[in-house]
């Protein structure tokens, strides 16, 4: 083989071949240099989308994902009796959380620089002291994939505190309110109660709601992906803003005395129910309002009686017998009708448009003093006074005595009681009215007819609310109500005076106060029965003490008192409670000796028998 250079070869697709070759790859580098540039381009522009417009709020997300959202409840009010003793307050507690997907071992740097590691293990042991319940409890709590389970309800903030200590970042806390009643039922009814949900369901608890609740604040902050707080990062707080307390005119002393009075004589006589009423005769403020079983706010739903809800003072229409003979004594005497020692003659039995009325006990025809009738409860005296006044006038004097409207106090669910117009009466309502049947009310109602009577005239509706005071001390008094004359000061003075005979030589001996002259009167009327007619007896008993310098109403009634009607009055609990509140607040013992009208026309005596209460 010769190895003399060969020429180039002239061969055109051999050249050809070389060339296109060299150009394809080219291209190539090109194609995907391009690709490669495009695709930083769009790696550019990604980022700038993403970290600098971010038009599809990923940042906004991200962020939101590591935001926790804290409400920050308002410390409800507490509610104070008149010398400031707590009747409800509210206690700072916390509901303890979980998020279970995110329980792993947590390990805590400390500032020093160094670590410590708290495992799961030791975690569920830590917790389960803290809050003395079983390990199983916790671990329990602890497994699954929820992102929120409860681990224990109401926590102290001393529990909680010693929890945080521990860094884990898959425990959270709510932070609640938890209302707590120190007296138990004392007061329970009046005071009220709050149900699921902090709602306000009786008593002041409710109509003073939207003083006592405050206002709710917030607190907005981020998390790492281990649960834990980032300290450094931002966070939006609202604080809370607490309620005002609300103070009462209500005495826990009192309130106490005259709620064990009333039930104890309530379980005396078996009664279905035993209420007591105790006012201020000056302003009509309430003292007391005492039923023989009430409810106790911490445990609302054990009560065996929705009635122990709401004050049955303030929430139950009873007819008030005669009690509502003193309401026909004052019309008459203001009306110019009668006069204490007027001549009353009065007949075995009284028959009046085809009606006839008798009296409890049995008696000849006799010649009485107005006083004498009322001391003895006559109906049948009553009735020939009372109907000296037109029906319409009758009904007019009720209404000025508040009857068929309610008192306004601030209590839920009070009762207006029922008052039929006088166009609506029969035959036979126009004059039972005069003697307490066939017309309802409350014993409050009743009480303020005593209190009007006690206050030379002038009616004060009640009221309970004392004053409400903010978080800073500051105090608002609550306004009296307007007073409103109903009768002269003259003839207050003339229906005390006749009040007092009924202690002193009428029915209601044993109302008497030893050491103080008082003055009062009983009532008995028929309960009516659910399904119709009658099935007992409402006795009752209001009074005033002291009588010569009236400063204070004590109004008892009791429901369905089983035994002799002749024996399951009122008087002795009356006695027992108005003698409590004179020795309470001081009242100096009268000084003069108790008097009493004479009973009889003419006389200077009374009846030597006891003709009983009705």
Request: glycine letters at 10%; aromatic letters at 6%; proline letters at 6%.
């Amino acid at each position: 083989m010769s190895d003399t250079p060969q020429p180039p070869s002239d061969n055109p697709d051999r050249h050809s071949d070389s060339s296109g070759f060299a150009r394809l790859t080219s291209r190539r580098e090109f194609v995907v240099l391009l690709i490669g540039l495009a695709s930083l381009v769009l790696l550019a522009l990604r980022l700038v989308w993403v970290q600098g417009l971010d038009l599809s709020g990923r940042a906004a997300n991200a962020e939101n994902d590591r935001l926790r959202h804290e409400a920050l409840p308002a410390l409800r009010g507490e509610i104070l009796d008149r010398n400031g003793s707590v009747l409800a307050r509210s206690i700072q507690r916390y509901d303890i959380a979980v998020d279970q997907t995110l329980v792993a071992d947590v390990t805590v740097r400390h500032p020093d620089g160094t670590s410590e590691t708290t495992t799961v293990l030791d975690a569920i042991r830590k917790l389960a002291d803290i809050l003395h319940v079983k390990d199983d409890d916790v671990k329990n709590a602890l497994d699954g994939d929820a992102n929120f389970e409860y681990l224990y309800r109401a926590a102290t903030p001393e529990q909680w505190n010693s929890i945080q200590d521990l860094q884990l970042g898959f425990v959270t806390a709510e932070p609640v309110s938890q209302r707590s009643y120190p007296n138990g039922p004392l007061g329970g009814s009046v005071v009220g109660f709050i149900g699921g949900d902090d709602e306000a369901l009786a008593g002041i608890e409710l109509s003073q709601d939207e003083v006592l609740r405050g206002e709710d604040g917030s607190r907005v902050f981020e998390i790492s992906a281990d649960g834990v707080r980032i300290p450094v990062a931002p966070h939006d707080e609202t604080l809370p803003v607490d309620g005002s307390s609300v103070q009462l005119t209500l005495d826990r002393d009192v309130q106490y005395y005259a709620q064990e009075a009333v039930a104890a004589r309530a379980k005396e006589l078996d009664a279905e129910w035993g209420t007591a009423v105790v006012l201020r005769v000056s302003d009509g403020t309430v003292l007391a309002l005492a039923d023989s079983s009430m409810v106790d706010p911490n445990e609302p739903g054990r009560t065996d009686d929705e009635g122990d809800y709401s004050p049955r003072a303030v929430a139950a229409a009873v007819e008030p017998g005669s009690t509502q003979k003193t309401l026909t004594a004052a019309a008459a005497i203001d009306e110019g009708k009668i006069e204490p020692l007027s001549e009353v003659p009065v007949p075995a039995e009284l028959t009046i448009d085809g009606q006839t009325f008798t009296d409890a006990f049995n008696h000849g025809a006799e010649d009485r003093t107005f006083a004498g009738v009322i001391a003895d409860s006559m109906n049948t005296g009553t009735v020939e006074v009372g109907s000296k006044l037109s029906a319409e006038q009758r009904h007019s004097w009720l209404k000025k005595f508040g009857v068929g409207d309610v008192t306004g106090i601030e209590i839920p669910g009070e009762t207006p009681g029922l008052l039929a117009d006088w166009t609506a009466w029969d035959d036979r309502q126009q004059y039972t009215v005069l003697f307490g049947q066939g017309v309802s009310q409350s014993p409050l109602r009743t009480a303020t007819i005593f209190q009007t009577m006690g206050n030379d005239g002038v009616r004060i509706e009640p009221r309970i609310l004392q004053a409400v005071i903010d978080t800073e001390g500051n105090r608002t008094e609550s306004e009296a109500a307007e007073p409103v004359r109903v009768v002269s000061a003259e003839t207050a003075q003339k229906v005390r005076e006749i009040l007092e005979s009924v202690v002193t030589v009428g029915g209601a001996p044993e109302a008497a106060v030893d050491g103080y002259r008082v003055g009062g009167k009983s009532g008995t009327a028929e309960a009516p029965g659910e399904q119709g007619g009658y099935d007992g007896f409402t006795t009752s008993f209001a009074g005033i003490g002291p009588i010569e310098d009236p400063q204070y109403v004590v109004a008892v009634t009791l429901q369905r008192p089983q035994g002799d009607v002749r024996e399951i009055g009122a008087a002795g609990v009356f006695s027992e409670i108005m003698g409590q509140v004179l020795k309470h607040y001081g009242v100096s013992p009268s000084d003069s000796e108790p008097e009493g009208l004479p009973k009889f026309f003419g006389k200077d005596e009374g009846r030597n028998e006891d003709p009983g209460q009705t």
